[in-house]
C-alpha cells in the first residue's frame, strides 16, 4: 500500500503540468416494490421467523459514477445511496438509510505497461453466467440477477500488460469491502493472476493465498468456433473455511469444519447465436464443496428436528447446497431496438429442483425505462431452490443522467 501512495504521489506533478483535471460523471435513479412468496413449512425458516424474509419491499436506489483524470493519474469512484422499506414475514414494518462505496479506484501510469492501483474493485473474471467457479472473490458473479449491484474488495494491485495479448497482476487483498461478513475468508490475501489473449480464444490463471488455509487455484479458458459458437469452460481448486460438514446420517448431529479438504469446482459451457441475434447459452457446474444427494436430505432431516439446527443449517450451508447443476439462458439480440429480455432456468440436478428467472427492460426514451424481474422457485420445502422462497416479482424505473 505505501509503495502505491508513492508512486501516485510522484505521478501527481507530472501530471498536473501536461494536462488539466478532467472530470466525468453519470447516474442510474432506481426505484421498484417488490414482492416474495415465502415457501409455506420450510424447515429452514421454521414458522417465518427465522430467515427474516422481506415479503414486501420498496427500494430507492441512486448509483453513481464519478471519474477524475489527468495524464498517468485518474481517480474514480461509484457511490450508492439507497433508502429501503420493507415489511418481514413475521415483525414490524422496517425502514433503512445507507450510502457506501461499492468501488473507488486511485490508479497512476508510471510507466507504458505499468499500473498501480489501490481501493475497491470488483476482481471478478471467467465467462460463466450461473457460477464463476475461477473467481473466488466472486463464485456467485450477480450475473443471474441482472439488478443487483456487486460491492468491491479492497486491495492493492500492480499490473503489467507490455501488450494486448498479455497481462500480470500482483493484488493484495485486505478485505471483501463495504460489506464483508465478520469472519472474512479473503482478508489479507494476495493474488497472482495472469492472462492470455489470441484472436479467437482467451484463457487465465488465478493463485490467491489466504492467511490460514490452502491457495485458490482457478483457471478459465473461452474459444470463438465461428460466428454463431462460444465454448469455454472454468476450473477450481481449493478449500472452504468454517464449512457446515451434515453426515448421512440424520440422528448424527452437524459438524463444523475448520478447513474442508480440497476439492474441484468445474464449468463448461457453450454458446449458440443465431442469424437474428438471439443467444442460447447451456451450462453445466459441478462443485466438489456441496453435498450428494444422502447428505442433502440429511441436511434437512436435521434442521427439521429443532431450530437451533436449523439456524446453523441456514447460516452455514455451503454457497451451493448440491454438487451438479444445469444451467440454461436465452436472451434477445442486445442491439435490436429498446426492448432487453432473457430467461433463465437453473436445474439442480441432484434434488431435482429448478428456479425459473425473467427479465426485461423497455426504454421509455433515451433515459427513462421500466424493468421487471420474476422469479419461479419449484422442488419442495426440503429441496435446494424452493427451501426458503417460491416466488418473487420485481417492477420498477430506471432513469439515465445526465
Same mark, same amino acid.
Given at each position: ?124 473474471? %471467467? ?49 471483501? %469491502? ?39 487455484? %482457478? ?49 463448461? %459451457? ?133
Amino acid at each position: 500500500m505505501r509503495i502505491l501512495l508513492a508512486l501516485l504521489c510522484l505521478s501527481l506533478p507530472a501530471a498536473a503540468s501536461e494536462d488539466a483535471l478532467q472530470t466525468r460523471w453519470d447516474a442510474a435513479l432506481y426505484a421498484y416494490p417488490e414482492t416474495l412468496s415465502p415457501t409455506q413449512g420450510s424447515v429452514l425458516n421454521p414458522d417465518g421467523k427465522l430467515a427474516g424474509l422481506e415479503k414486501s419491499a420498496f427500494t430507492g436506489e441512486a448509483r453513481l459514477n464519478l471519474r477524475l483524470e489527468e495524464e498517468g493519474l485518474s481517480l474514480a469512484l461509484r457511490p450508492i445511496l439507497s433508502l429501503r422499506r420493507w415489511e418481514e414475514d413475521h415483525g414490524p414494518d422496517r425502514e433503512r438509510h445507507q450510502g457506501y462505496l461499492a468501488q473507488w479506484q486511485a490508479r497512476a501510469t508510471p510507466a507504458e505497461s505499468w499500473t498501480a492501483s489501490f481501493g475497491r474493485e470488483v476482481m471478478n473474471w %471467467g465467462p460463466g453466467q450461473f457460477r464463476s467457479p475461477s473467481s473466488p472473490f466472486y463464485f456467485d458473479n450477480g450475473r443471474a440477477n441482472p439488478l443487483r449491484e456487486l460491492s468491491g474488495v479492497d486491495a492493492a494491485k500492480l499490473a503489467w500488460t507490455p501488450d494486448r495479448q498479455r497481462s500480470l497482476v500482483l493484488a493484495y487483498v485486505e478485505g471483501s %469491502g463495504h460489506d464483508a461478513p465478520s469472519q472474512d475468508p479473503w482478508r489479507r490475501s494476495w493474488l497472482l493472476k495472469g492472462d492470455l489473449r489470441g484472436e479467437v480464444w482467451a484463457g487465465g490463471i488465478a493463485l490467491v493465498q489466504p492467511v490460514d488455509r490452502g491457495c485458490f487455484v %482457478g483457471a478459465h479458458f473461452q474459444r470463438t468456433l465461428d460466428d454463431a459458437w462460444l465454448v469455454y469452460a472454468e476450473l477450481a481448486s481449493s478449500t472452504r473455511a468454517d464449512a457446515l460438514d451434515s453426515p448421512t446420517d440424520p440422528a448424527l448431529p452437524f459438524g463444523l469444519q475448520a478447513e474442508t479438504p480440497r476439492r474441484t469446482t468445474g464449468l463448461i %459451457g457453450a454458446t449458440h447465436t443465431a442469424e437474428n441475434g438471439h443467444s442460447l447459452t447451456l451450462e453445466y457446474l459441478h462443485d466438489g464443496h456441496g453435498y450428494d444427494s444422502a447428505e442433502s436430505r440429511a441436511y434437512f432431516a436435521r434442521a427439521a428436528a429443532s431450530v437451533p439446527a436449523a439456524g446453523l443449517a441456514l447460516a452455514d450451508a455451503p454457497p451451493l447446497l448440491n454438487r451438479n447443476y444445469l444451467h440454461l439462458v436465452w436472451q434477445n439480440n442486445l442491439l435490436e431496438g429498446d426492448d432487453y429480455w432473457r430467461l433463465m432456468l437453473s436445474r439442480n440436478l441432484d434434488d431435482a429442483s429448478s428456479q425459473l428467472a425473467g427479465y426485461g427492460e423497455h426504454a421509455l426514451n433515451g433515459r427513462l425505462g421500466l424493468f421487471a424481474l420474476g422469479v419461479l422457485d419449484s422442488g419442495g420445502a426440503r429441496r435446494e431452490f424452493a427451501s426458503l422462497v417460491s416466488g418473487s416479482l420485481t417492477l420498477g424505473l430506471r432513469l439515465a443522467l445526465p
